[in-house]
Structure formats: structure tokens, C-alpha cells
DNA sequence: CGGTATCCATATAATTATGTATAGCGATGG
DNA sequence: CCATCGCTATACATAATTATATGGATACCG
């Protein structure tokens, strides 16, 4: 190897990767297509192979760039996470902290607690990425995530909240019409909202309730805020947990006593994160925030 | 922000954090002092932070810097595989393929693995990390990593390799002069080479077996290598792979029926590495290589 | 089919970043 | 105590990179 590439040209090779032309690269790098023209033919100078093939209406990546895009969005990601790391003081709470989450939990119960969290920090931006596809926090595509597995790196600094409880919920207008089933096998002769796909957490019911597997869904959705809107649109029962029972009146939780399921629940953080203010004071605010919403979600018994 | 700072402002950040000073890291980086002091320049002004002191033997990082320096360092590290991936042809068998292991994996048992695979493919270079501290699959710090325990991400493929054995060792010579120990409880007789720190296996041989614990040692180290290479010194008693003492008839493992403790192994490679003829010819070869290794582990006892 | 809006490639001019040379500062050693 | 060495900071010339301007190719649309 001659010399190492610049650096900079990761980033005019991940941005056509994105835009899908050298024109549309340039504007969003607030550049020159000619400019981005240069970096993707002095990559590939550097590296011997080709990235895209060029056509007249845009760059066509190679197979070989799109083995490269992963290693590119990582430098991208880390880039950011340098910026946000360098932009706030040390000795204040103050710059932006990127929290990584489910989308319910996210949409649902994050929101409140970031709202204390901000009122008592002014100066603290909070970055919410809501995603079923876990952000890794060892590569810092997020500063705290909310986890419902265990982390396993040591480098992970994680404490646990407790179980999130789940439950089969439905609207009190559908019970009004439908009644409300007594026992686990009165679910057959009901509408029954159910899921799309395998995840961990529907493989963990199958396993304990195989009987809820069988149940003929009348809807059907992967995604769990869908099926949490299904419920309370009053299609029919389905599962959600029973913490969100309780905003909305209309959501009764039945069954209590035949299903339950339960959702550990763990905050995350990198180690050497520890000693960020800004992080700190989140992690926390996170941790006392879902506590005190695990506690809320007892007592919320149809 | 007006801007997004350089990305080979990173770059030089890196080699100043590293080298102490601009003038080292420029002859690092191959360009020059005043350059390198630009970069440093124009970065604090884009984070609006101090990230050196500077004085007049070297610049000494602020603490903002050293927060920053893991970032830093996993830039360099996924630009560094980028180009190791964007450096080799997809549909042939050659570049570099970087392989993680522990330090006595990777030195007693992976270079004959290596020799021959790389015979059959001349065009493979390999880079070996042999170090303890496991490095990130997922950061890429590595393509490849022969680990201990088995891999918990789901963007991981692993094979399980089998167990490796462990047991009790002495050189020839020292059992000559001690005799060989026939129970547990001999051992108190003896020289013990033991452990210095403790690690997750000296936690597992613990539970399983708390009465070597107890046995005073007569040569503490943390290094594995050094352990191995006390017993092959005949200073005393001491665990390694069974494995070890074949190619070294010296080597005598004692206490075989008393005495037993298995690593689980495994080959762990990024799952999108999978497609790469490289990785994957070198996977394979790991996998069958290992396979044999503890294949001949049997057969050994004294 | 002509008009328009993309896109990429190339040549030239302007800007920016880099290297060279030098001065100044502090530590080290005979 | 002065010479030396390594470091940073600055001034200036130069090289490298960038933006601008233009041409050619392709797709889309009325």
C-alpha cells in the first residue's frame, strides 16, 4: 500500500452509496460532483477494484461496495457518536444523548420520563432512536439503549429494572359487545390479534403458552405498536403490556389470572460512558422512570 | 454546527493521542508538525472544546480527549478492515484475513492450521492478534476470532468446535526428581504453578474443583503463556490443554482420572463475511484444524 | 418528435490545504 | 553555563484540492 486513502473519502463513498448518484452525494455533503467524482475514483485507485459501475442516471454499486457499506456506516455512526461525545462539557449536563429503544417502549413509555428528565436539564438534547433492531451499543450507534435480553459484554454497564408484565388486553367497547372471556379456552370463540413473525419474545410465549399459538388470529401485524393500535381500535384481544392499561381507560386487561408473561427489562449503557454527566443523569432518570412504571403496572386488574 | 469537521481530522487526532505530540504524529502519518497542529486546530473549533494542552515537549490530552479516544480508535480500526475487505478480489482467495484468538490458541495451536491453509492458498496473508482481550466481531476489530465462550449476537456465525480438555501437567524431569502425585491430595506435596488473576475459566475451575484453589502456589503468573512455559521449565505442577503435551514428549499429564475440565470452543466470523471466498476458506480451515487439535487431545494420558 | 431534467465527464480557474523555513521555548547534559 | 535537542508557533511559497462552466448521454413527457 502507497499511502492510506483519506479518510474522508468513507464518507463521499457511503453517501453514493445512499444517494445513489455523485450529484446527490455533493448535495448532501454540501460539495461538488465533480468533487465526489474524485473521492470515488481515487477510492478505487486505492483499493484496485471497482465500487460502481457508471451509468447516466447514477452510480450502480459493485458487489464489493456493497460488502463495504457495513464498514461505512460504522465509521459514519462513530463519527457522530465522536461529534455528540465532543460537543457537551464534561462538568455539565448539557449536549445530546442517544437512547436506543423498542418502539413501544419508546412511544409509549418513554416519552414522560424524557420529559422530566429535560425539564430538570434544560440543556440536554435527547436523540430517540425507536427500533425493534437492536442499536449496538459497543459500536456507540447509541449512547443508552432499553433492553429486554441481558447484555453480555463486559464492557456493558447494565442494570436491571425488573419484569415488564405482559397481558391479554382489549377495548371495553369490544368486551361490551363480545362479553369478556373467563378461562383460556373461551378465547377460541373470540377475535383474536395476533403476530406476523418469529422474535424471541413470541417463541418465549409459544414455549409457555402453546395453547395461545393455536388460537386463530383474526389480525395480524409484526409490528407491535400496529398491534397495540389494533386492541385499541377494539378489534379484538391481543397482548400488550399491562402498564399501558392504565393511560387509557378504555383498555381493560383480562385474564389476568390464566396469562402472564413477563418481559426482563435491563438499561444499558457502555462502561466508560460512567463518568459523562450527560449520560449519567439520563441513565439514571431511565432507570428511576421505568421502576416506577414497573410499579404502576400492578393493580391494573380487570 | 456550521459543518462536519474532516474525517481525517479523527485520523489526526488519533496518532497525536497516540505519539504525544504533533511532531511524531506527523512523521506517523507522513505529512507535517504544522499540519497535523491545523487539524488539531480546526477540530477543537469545530467541538468547541480543548482537546490538548500544548507545551513545548509534546501535547498532553485533556480529558475531553481521552473520552474521545475510543471513538478515535474504532475509526481507525473500521477503516483499517474496509480496506482490508475493499484491498482483495471477491471471487479469489486472497488478501488479508485477520484472526482473533487467545494467546495460547493462537501461538501453540493455530500456526500449523495457518502453514497449511496457506499453502493451499498463497495468495492469503493472515494477521493473527494473539491477545486474551477478546476483540469486537461486530466492530470488526477482527474477521475472525477463535473464542472460548460461545458468541450471543444474532449477526454472528459461530461453529461449536467441542470441548477442549484441560488437566494437570509436569515436565519428565521434574517427575523424576518429585514423583508423580497419584490423588488430589498428593498435590500438596508438590510445586504448584497456579494463577495470578482471576479470569471466567480460574472461575469455573473454582466451582468445579475448590480444592485446587487451595494448593499454595509456588509460581503465581496471569499470562498463560508463562504458565505454560513454567510447567515445560519443570518448576512445578501446572494445567494446560491437553493437547500440548503431544507435540512435546516431555510433557506428562498427570492426575487424568482425577481431574478433568473442558473449554468449550468456538469459530465465530461476522455473518456477512460469510460471502467472502477469504473468510471463508479460512473459517472452514479453523474449524477442521481445530477440530483435529482436540481430536488429538485424546490419547494422551500418562 | 422537441423540450426538459437528470446524470456523468472533462477542462479551467479559484480556493484551500500543505510543505518549507525559521524563530522561540523548555529540558537535558557535559 | 552554554550547546544541543526536541517541541510548538508563525510566515510565506507552493502544491493540491475544489468549484465553476461546459459538453454529451440518457430518460421522461406532452
Request: glycine share 6%; hydrophobic share 40%.
Amino acid at each position: 500500500m502507497d499511502t492510506e486513502p483519506s479518510w474522508d473519502f468513507y464518507r463521499s463513498f457511503l453517501t453514493v452509496l445512499r444517494q445513489g448518484s455523485l450529484s446527490a452525494a455533493a448535495r448532501e455533503l454540501g460539495l461538488t460532483q465533480p468533487t465526489i467524482g474524485r473521492h470515488i475514483d481515487a477510492l478505487e485507485q486505492a483499493v484496485g477494484a471497482e465500487l460502481f459501475t457508471r451509468s447516466s442516471n447514477g452510480l450502480l454499486p459493485t458487489d464489493m461496495a456493497l460488502d463495504l457499506q457495513p464498514y461505512a456506516e460504522t465509521l459514519a455512526t462513530t463519527a457522530d457518536a465522536f461529534l455528540r461525545t465532543a460537543s457537551s462539557r464534561r462538568d455539565k449536563v448539557e449536549g445530546t444523548v442517544r437512547i436506543s429503544a423498542s418502539e413501544v417502549i419508546g412511544i409509549e413509555v418513554l416519552p414522560p420520563i424524557i420529559a422530566d428528565l429535560q425539564d430538570a436539564y434544560p440543556g440536554l438534547q435527547v436523540e430517540l432512536s425507536a427500533s425493534d433492531a437492536l442499536e449496538d451499543l459497543m459500536n456507540r450507534e447509541a449512547d443508552i439503549a432499553v433492553r429486554m435480553t441481558e447484555p453480555q459484554q463486559d464492557a456493558l454497564l447494565a442494570r436491571r429494572i425488573g419484569d415488564i408484565p405482559l397481558g391479554f388486553h382489549a377495548h371495553r367497547r369490544y368486551l361490551e359487545r363480545h362479553g369478556a372471556p373467563q378461562t383460556m379456552a373461551d378465547l377460541a370463540g373470540h377475535r383474536i390479534i395476533g403476530f406476523d413473525r418469529q422474535t424471541a419474545y413470541i417463541r418465549m410465549m409459544r414455549k409457555l403458552y402453546p395453547a395461545v399459538d393455536e388460537l386463530a388470529a383474526a389480525f395480524r401485524t409484526s409490528n407491535h405498536l400496529a398491534h397495540l393500535a389494533a386492541i385499541r381500535a377494539g378489534i379484538g384481544i391481543g397482548i400488550c403490556q399491562t402498564g399501558l392499561a392504565r393511560p387509557n381507560h378504555d383498555l381493560v386487561h383480562i385474564l389476568a389470572d390464566e396469562f402472564e408473561m413477563r418481559l426482563g427489562t435491563w438499561v444499558v449503557m457502555h462502561e466508560s460512558l460512567r463518568t459523562s454527566p450527560r449520560c449519567r443523569v439520563t441513565f439514571d432518570a431511565l432507570v428511576d422512570g421505568l421502576l416506577s412504571y414497573i410499579k404502576s403496572c400492578r393493580g391494573t386488574r380487570a
